[in-house]
């Protein structure tokens, strides 16, 4: 009989457990999987080398030119750090214990976490121009580690995948938004780099951050409520799938009927899955591909992420979910390493929920080395899926290069909004990162509209003046409050000179109501 998936996915979890714990079960040494043939280490700090050997082994670890001695402690496991390491030659890493394990063609360079759902899952071979960008992918000291998709219940040790060379007949699988952010990097830098992706589509922010910092946070709670109420509930799975099947025997015969009538065809039935081992259910992918990856030594992080989020229990927290989530990640890895996002894009959904997404993205720049890559005008209206991931890894990678590495851009960011000053019936809005100027690419500037203290939002008439614009309408004689592109697909056309567009904002805080949706469903 062949294994449902909340079958297959208990057997995954089981042997997940197995695996982390075979350290103690067998003589043999091992590694992580992230410690394998062609990876790439990060340079310039010390670097983490651990795995699983029998309790008390002795376990040496050597790399170019030094070697570190450890015991396996009483569960098998063990760590060493070597010191930082330079780009330069190839280097192997040589773990011995009662056995020997070799890590072959391993670079030393930049190393950079990606994550998120479908957006940075995206492949290369689904954005624009493949065939010019499969041709030119000869870069073989760029090398993407892609993480099995895997869910864990509780912190898996070990999560399954490779190192593979960038090349013309592997680039087609990388994650487009990570893979051209770190082609900009390595072509720039001149250094190997090395990109990590862990990603999962259609999951939220909660599924990618701890139990324990999802705990810490109050306001979150009704997050988390909502899947504890769902699975308090017994999971009989033969009655489900039995259910499942009654419904996809309808779906069957309403597709049927749909073509004969020439109309929309339904949706399929979605497969039902035990909510503790669903990819949304809070912590799970955390636990699953973020935990084994600790304390592997990384640059930095890259995050394509929201668009699940943009519901009405979700939406108006999701700058206090990103920011828990990040510094959740940080003290993991006790580091505090630059972490930037892709801000969603323009795309034809909810108006009042995408650009509170938005909203909470912008906000979280007040947590300190972080960045946003505005990305208004390059989305696409039918496709929450834009094929251009090119331009979306060139901003990514201008704040990278800017912020992070202290090289010469033409801008970190688009205009970003920073205060509001009533003048009479006109509103002055100051922007940072007006670099070169700000501009109204196409026309005059749209994407403006103003209200009083009635709440009444009317079209605005906006002009750039420096590195600020004023804000007006001869309806509104006592102006309160403004937004600017606070729609999901707005039309707007606010740009700073470096072609960079400015983030969505608003300044008031007017409410909006939330109703009450359960997440997951």
Known sequence: MQDTPAAATVRRLSLAVLLGLSGTASANVRLPSIFSDHAVLQQGVAVPVWGWADPGEEVTVSAAGQTRAVQA???????????????GETLTLTVKGKNTLTVQDVLVGEVWLGSGQSNMAMTVNRCNDYTNEMAAARLPQLRMFTAERTVGVTPQSDVKGQWVICAPDTVGNFSATAYFFGRDLHRKLSVPVGLINASWGGTPVEAWTSAEALAAVPA??????????????????ARVMAAYEKQVAAWRENVKKAREAKKAQP????????PRLDPHHPSNLFNGMIAPLVPYAIKGTVWYQGESNANDLTAALYGLQLETLIQDWRKRWGSEFPFAWVQLPNYRASDRNWPLVREGMLRTLKLPNTGMATTMGIGETADIHPKNKQDVGRRLAFWALGKVYGQTVASISGPLFARAEVKGSEVVCSFTHADQGLVAKGGELTGFVIAGADQKWMPAQAK??????????PDLKAPAAVRYAWAADPACNLFNGAGLPASPFRTDTFDIPAAVAAPGK
Request: hydrophobic share 45%; net charge positive.
């Open 464 to 473: 750039i003046a420096g590195s600020t614009v004023i804000v007006s309408s």
């Open 220 to 237: 979150l709670k009704p997050v988390t409520d909502a899947w504890l109420e769902r699975t308090a509930k017994p999971w009989d799975e």
């Open 73 to 87: 402690g009483a569960d098998g496991a063990w760590r060493v750090a070597l010191d930082a390491l330079k780009p």
């Open 267 to 274: 949706r399929a039935p979605r497969r039902p899955v035990n």
